[in-house]
């Protein structure tokens, strides 16, 4: 027998209420994000505080994001980083990167957020140390994946280059509101996903945990 709750709205709120500590910055964030479309695409402040408590329980001090929107993860993990820890997270959207500058600034944490924008993948891969760039291979405590999931199986590849040993990948939307389970769902995202959960299935370069925690986050720690 498996022992799981069943996270009802009733408990998400209790959750909420014994939890959640929302800083006003943060908040302030938020709404302005909830009058933006796409604002759905923002991680809930539980998410965010809990990118924050990963942080410090891994010491965490380099973390990369791919998937930057408004800013709210990206605020969370600066946050949460000791003195001299950056977070680099890259968007395709200059207009979201700066609103995310923006209220990074006004959170007072922007020494620590290095915005990118341009495609994931051409950033990431930038990081490589082609082209003459800085090699960040192997220097990243933490990569957060949070953009396109079309881009996920891509965005992971490059991660586990950029990550270090025994460093983690969250990789965020991996139940994707369920559709994943769902046969009847066959859009571009739904089959990007499945596809993406069935390659970290097998992925014997790290060691693997998806937990259902908001819309599904894979642990992949690399070995
Ligand atoms: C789910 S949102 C990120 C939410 C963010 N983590 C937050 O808490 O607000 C996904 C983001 O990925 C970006 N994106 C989509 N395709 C991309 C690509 N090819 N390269 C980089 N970013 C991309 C979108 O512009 C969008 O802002």
Request: charge should be negative; hydrophobic fraction near 45%.
């Amino acid at each position: 027998m498996r022992v799981q709750v069943e996270v009802t709205s009733a408990l998400q709120d209790y959750i909420a209420e014994m939890s959640l500590r929302e800083p006003a910055a943060l908040a302030a964030l938020r709404e302005e994000t909830e009058q933006m479309p796409g604002a759905i695409m923002q991680v809930s402040p539980e998410e965010g505080q809990f990118l924050g408590v990963l942080v410090r329980a891994l010491g965490a001090s380099r973390v990369l994001e791919v998937g930057t929107f408004t800013g709210y993860s990206t605020i969370s993990i600066a946050r949460a980083l000791p003195a001299g820890g950056s977070v680099l997270s890259c968007d395709i959207s200059s207009e979201a990167s700066s609103i995310a500058l923006a209220h990074a600034r006004r959170a007072g944490v922007e020494d620590k957020v290095d915005l990118r924008v341009g495609d994931a993948v051409g950033v990431l891969t930038g990081l490589t140390g082609l082209a003459g760039r800085a090699d960040r291979r192997g220097s990243f405590d933490l990569v957060f994946i949070d953009a396109d999931k079309e881009g996920y199986a891509d965005y992971y590849e490059i991660a586990l280059r950029l990550v270090r040993p025994g460093g983690l990948i969250l990789v965020d939307n991996v139940l994707w509101h369920g559709a994943v389970l769902d046969e009847a769902e066959q859009d571009s995202e739904t089959t990007a996903i499945r596809a993406f959960n069935e390659k970290i299935r097998e992925d014997e370069r790290v060691d693997l945990s998806i937990l259902p925690f908001a819309d599904g986050l894979a642990f992949a720690v690399k070995r």
